[in-house]
């Protein structure tokens, strides 16, 4: 389990590193909190011949304010999300849920352009990505482009990211006071990765919900959103029967994966426990 | 004799403070001159035959020393039988350090590279090409033991390793007469013991003095010592094992592994130090495993919840080896001796089947088969008193043996000199109010919230004596001996063959000799784990160090002590006898007036021997040594009690309250029991609810690293309150019957018993562990 010998590069600035990029392609893997990649090497599961270190760079660790979102630097590390009082205004989903990622030693690494790149399928940060309609800003040599969560995530370890391209930010609506969000996940231990999650945001108005997302994680080959059961939310109050339907519909459409330890069918059911759960909890907060 | 502090002291491990700092130093913190690493090439099949190796590429590899097959090693080092003299019927195939034709399970090492680098001996493994063929496999000892099965070693004709049964009385009267008879069948699924510090050694052999030496990560160095010098045909009196610091053992740190043995012959060979360290992916594929047992059992009762009678089937298998030294039969022999032990009752049958099949070795962990003997008999006994609307306590109280029957031999053969289960149970209830208890989980109920209570009544065989692998034909000590040094300064060394693996056996041991002696514990130094210099003895398993090693202190404490005051008699112009040693000085016995610093007393025994007459007693380098006579075990017990919830929607289950009532005779440091407790039960906690190694059905382990394989965790774990009682052992002057697997030996079934009591509104029985939740979602009907 030691890593076969690879080269390490470290630019210092994004022009050097996109220009380097695009002369490696796919022998070159970006190194940030390296607590997937180091492993992954280790394991010679990845064998990367080049790690191309981007901790240096000036500007992607920093989180700061445009008017209408949030811009957060790519390697912003989850204890620096943790710790900053702009994220817990401005998004407080991510403030809750940053807490269930691991335990405080990977946080203090690991980096929310890591999770994002990576594209777990049982990661807290890319589900919340979609719960928010989040953009991530990918820069290769020739500029820069957004992709709208949405169509970001393609499948199990799959992003629209090129070899070429570093994920630089992630750009987040900021959370308007009518803004209504609920997080929780289902893990066997804390800091595990979950069996199954779910990140809620959406508007509330008085009691009615408008444009609520139900972003699901663990559940699928990529974060998932629960599109009829949503649908059913829109403009709606919740009532208990309301909450049981929609948690009916959650359950008919998630299609997770067996695996030899988790059964389909125990995920699914726990996507209908989390929605009815975190639902309850928002007609709590809204009576 | 007075058993004065620090006897009985709750003091810190002496090894604690060096480990915080960041001094230990364990094997793999070694570097050797010229040292090479090793990896090795592993069967990816359960069951294949090797057609060929080639190594061509692999030898042209940079920092490449050497590749090594089995053939290259015939001649270095032997093969062996994991046999048991004992148990005559147990078949044992021959087993060889690396696999010749045919690998037998996932993970049987094939060739091995040896390297500059660790990284480079991988790289070089990876290039080494195995023609493998396929071969059916058996992964089942159901299966295993059908007509028509494939055979795991053909030389054997039968996958049947062993079978055995205990019998008492007559079951099947019993049982017809009975007024209640429980059936239940048990899965028991199979974990490890997951040592933080994997398995690991560096051997270094000098061939210009025929000499090896080994610094290995091991509970046992006189046991590998003995193995090495046969196996390797080297005198044994040039062969040294040294075990540094041990980061956890748990049983799985003291057999022979063949890729451990395969390091010392490789050594050999090239003549130059090897170092290997088991990598997690390894350990999970190496190590040795436990449990998965599917056991059969049932319970007789009268009206009033006496039990009449206990009928146990207990099939499991060794995996496709008996290990070596000490065979594979412990766990399913430890089963049918144990069932019911702590009741009361006349007739009983328990038999035994141990099947081999195509996975890596069964063998000892923390406990060896007392959990599953507990949580079958614990489950029995609640579930009758379910049957009988009896309450579980009552039925206890009522079944357990009781303090007039002993001394007496239970069903399953073993000699019980006094055990506390009233004791015990009446501790528990002073701090657990049961029937308040019952009042809230009533009222929880009624909010959806399920909570239980579970009672885990065990008794735990420690201390193995010499009978037990001394008939069986191993070389594994079961006496003990403790050399002492009085040093001209005072100062007092101390070696024992007891081993310290983190358990902080040096600690108790070191108390015992400055209480003994009468000096303070900081004057006592423990050195332990190395065969060389240490006195033969059988290092730390199987719950022995306080009680056997402790003893040979004792005696040697006494002895040192008696020579002290010999010296000083002479010295002082008094009688020893009215002479005292206190605080580290000879006072006068009466008055407590000092007389001598030890410093005194020694200086004249090492620089001045003259003044002391030639028959006066007055070494000062002294041994003690203890070998227990007719008895197979000193059993302990106690009582488990597990009190949580269960969330029928997720399965989750969360601890309220764990305790546990312990009796294991004199208390050497109170503190370190409560540990050693506190980690058995997490172990054992671990085997209810998260450890299990999942196979597909192909044959394949699905879940072989930290992230799929599921170990407990702080954060989910109960605070783990611990009482004493101290019922102190007759067979020994210091009293004390070992400590260190009662954690384990009753978590499973209290809570097994506790999530049952839970989930009685629900009308289920599970009897599977773990108890994962998707396990509890079945059996609820939810998914
Ligand atoms: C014990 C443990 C527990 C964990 N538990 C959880 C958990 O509960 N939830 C969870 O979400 N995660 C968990 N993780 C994973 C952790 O969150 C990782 O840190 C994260 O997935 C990857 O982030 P990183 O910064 O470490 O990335 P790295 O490991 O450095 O990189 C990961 C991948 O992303 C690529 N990459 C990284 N940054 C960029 C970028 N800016 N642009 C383009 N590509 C990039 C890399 O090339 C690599 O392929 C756990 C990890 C460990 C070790």
Known sequence: MKAPDFAYLRPNTLEEAVAALGRFGDDARILAGGQTLMALQNFRMASAEILFDINWIPGLSDIHEEPDCLVIGSLVRYAGLEASSLIERDAPLLSEAVGHIAHPAVRNRGTIGGSLALGDPAAEMPACMLALNAEMVLCDANGERRVPADEFFLGLYETTLRPDEILTAVRIPKARPSQCYAFDEVARRRGDFALAGLAIAGKAEGSALHSVRLAYFGVADRPVLAVSAMAMLEGQSLTAELIDRVREAAIGELDPPDDPATPAAYRRHLGGVLVARLLGQLRERLL | ?783
């Not at chain 2, 090693?73 to 034709?101: C, I, M, Y």
């Not at chain 2, 993970?107 to 195995?130: F, K, M, P, T």
Request: hydrophobic share 40%; proline share 5%; aromatic share 6%.
């Open chain 2, 1 to 783: 004799m007075n058993f004065q502090a620090p006897i009985g002291s709750s003091l810190p491990r002496d090894r604690a403070k060096r480990l915080l700092a960041g001094r230990g130093q364990y094997v793999d913190d070694i570097q050797l001159p010229r040292m090479l690493h090793l990896a090795f090439v592993r069967s990816p099949y359960p069951h294949a035959r090797v057609k060929s190796i080639e190594t061509i590429d692999a030898v042209a590899m940079p920092g490449v020393a050497r590749v090594v097959k089995g053939a290259d090693l015939v001649g270095v080092v032997s093969s062996w039988r994991g046999t048991h003299n004992l148990f005559p019927g147990l078949k044992a195939p021959e087993q060889h350090v690396l696999a010749g034709d045919t690998a037998r399970w996932q993970g049987e090492a094939v060739a091995a590279v040896a390297a500059r680098s660790r990284a480079e001996a991988e790289d070089a493994a990876e290039q080494i090409v195995v023609d493998w063929e396929e071969l059916p496999f058996v992964g089942d000892a159901e299966v295993a033991l059908e007509n028509g099965a494939t055979f795991v070693h053909d030389s054997l004709g039968s996958n049947q390793a062993f079978a055995a049964e205990v019998k008492q009385g007559n079951t099947e009267l019993a049982f017809q007469d009975a007024h209640l008879v429980i059936e239940r069948r048990f899965r028991f699924n199979r974990h490890t013991g997951v040592s933080l510090e994997s398995r690991g050694l560096i051997a270094d052999y000098d061939p210009s003095a025929d000499r090896l030496t080994v610094y290995q990560s091991h509970q046992t160095p006189h046991q590998q010592q003995d193995l090495y010098a046969r196996l390797l045909d080297i005198p044994e009196q040039n062969v040294r094992v040294i075990c540094p610091d041990v980061g956890g053992a748990f049983g799985l740190k003291h057999h022979l592994y063949p890729d451990e043995l395969a390091a010392c012959a490789i050594s050999k060979l090239l003549e130059r130090p090897v170092k290997y360290i088991a990598d997690r992916f390894e350990s999970f594929l190496s190590d040795i495993h436990c449990r998965d047992h599917t056991v059969t059992a049932r319970m007789a009762f009268t009206q009033e919840g006496d039990i009449v009678g206990m009928q146990v089937d207990d099939l499991f298998h060794a995996g496709a080896y008996s290990q070596y030294p000490r065979s594979s039969i412990a766990e399913g022999n430890q089963i049918i001796r144990l069932c019911g032990i702590p009741y009361r009752h006349e007739h009983y049958r328990a038999a035994v089947r141990m099947a081999y099949l195509n996975k890596s070795l069964l063998g000892h962990i923390r406990s060896v088969g007392h959990p599953i003997a507990c949580a079958v008999t614990e489950q029995l006994v609640d579930l009758g008193a379910k049957q009988l609307s009896l309450d579980p306590v009552a039925m206890r109280r009522r079944a357990y043996l009781r303090d007039e029957d002993f001394p007496t031999t239970s069903p399953g053969g073993i000699a019980l000199e006094h055990l506390s289960f009233h004791g015990c149970l009446d501790r528990a209830l002073e701090r657990i109010d049961v029937d308040a208890f019952r009042r809230e989980q009533a009222q929880l109920r009624e909010q959806g919230i399920y909570r239980g209570i579970g009672f885990a009544t065990f008794v735990d065989l420690t201390s193995i004596g010499p009978e037990y692998y001394g008939e069986g034909g191993q070389h594994i000590s079961a006496q003990e001996t403790c050399l002492l040094r009085l040093e001209a300064s005072g100062g007092i060394r101390c070696y024992t063959g007891a081993t310290d693996q983190g358990q902080g056996i040096d600690s108790g041991i070191q108390q015992v000799v400055a209480g003994v002696i009468g000096v303070p514990v900081q004057d006592v130094k423990v050195n332990s784990g190395d065969s060389e210099l240490c006195p033969v003895g059988g290092g730390s398993w199987g719950s022995r160090g306080a009680a056997l090693a402790g003893e040979a202190a004792l005696r040697a404490g006494q002895e040192l002590r008696r020579n002290i005051l010999n010296i000083a008699g002479v010295l002082l112009q008094k009688v020893p006898e009215l002479l005292d040693i206190r605080d580290g000085a000879v006072v006068d016995a009466t008055s407590g007036a000092k007389q001598l610093a030890l410093a005194e007393v020694a200086q004249i025994g090492h620089f001045r021997p003259y003044m002391v007459p030639d028959n006066t007693p007055s070494d000062l380098t002294v041994t003690g040594r203890y070998a227990s006579r007719d008895r197979m075990f000193l059993p302990a017990n106690g009582l488990h009690v597990a009190i949580l919830d269960v969330d029928t929607d997720t399965g989750l289950i969360v601890f309220q309250r764990y305790l546990v009532v312990h009796d294991c005779g004199r208390l050497l440091n109170p503190l370190l029991v409560e540990e050693q407790i506190r980690g058995g039960v997490v172990q054992g906690i671990g085997g209810a609810l998260y450890e299990e190694f999942i196979y597909d059905d192909d044959g394949y382990l699905c879940n072989g690293t930290l992230a799929d394989y599921l170990v407990p965790m702080a954060a989910e774990m109960p605070d783990i309150e611990v009482e004493h009682l101290e019922t102190p052992t007759a067979t020994s002057e210091l009293g004390a019957k070992g400590a260190g697997e009662a954690g384990t030996t009753g978590a499973m079934g209290a809570v097994l018993n506790a999530v049952n009591d839970a989930l009685t509104p629900f009308d289920v029985t599970l009897s599977e562990v773990p108890l994962t939740p998707p396990r509890i979602l079945r059996a609820l009907g939810k998914i």
